[in-house]
Nanobody, 124 residues
Framework: QVQLVESGGGLVQPGGSLRLSCAASGRTFSSEAMGWLRQAPGKEREFVAG????????SYADSVKGRFTISRDNAKNTVDLQMNSLKPEDTAVYYC?????????????????WGKGIQVSVSA
């Protein structure tokens, strides 16, 4: 069992930066592929970024590639999402997610555990 708690969301101006963090509990964190997904109002939840259980491989949605960076610290049981050059269309609730039995989380990976989500708003 893995429990996930997000932090670091808020309101930022276009072009600004935010860093989301996800704290995970559970003995199996270092063997779980992790990722971030988001859901904007009126839209379906979508994949944002994923990382392998070792942290050596990452995957990104085209819409955030070059602007967002996912990382993890298995010693601290955390996975972070650094978001730069934020745009109004990045406004959404962001969810930390964990997958079981997969080397890395990508857009099609089934999610086994979800955080409760955190709001990110990009507006002038």
């Amino acid at each position: 069992q893995v429990q996930l708690v997000e932090s670091g969301g808020g309101l930022v101006q276009p072009g600004g930066s935010l860093r989301l963090s996800c704290a995970a509990s559970g003995r199996t964190f270092s063997s779980e592929a992790m990722g971030w997904l988001r859901q904007a109002p009126g839209k379906e939840r979508e994949f944002v970024a994923g990382i392998s259980f070792t942290g050596s491989s990452t995957s990104y949605a085209d819409s955030v590639k070059g602007r967002f960076t996912i990382s993890r610290d298995n010693a601290k049981n955390t996975v972070d999402l650094q978001m730069n050059s934020l745009k109004p269309e990045d406004t959404a609730v962001y969810y930390c997610a964990a997958a079981r039995g997969y080397r890395i989380m990508v857009a099609t990976t089934p999610v086994a555990y979800w955080g409760k989500g955190i709001q990110v708003s990009v507006s002038a």
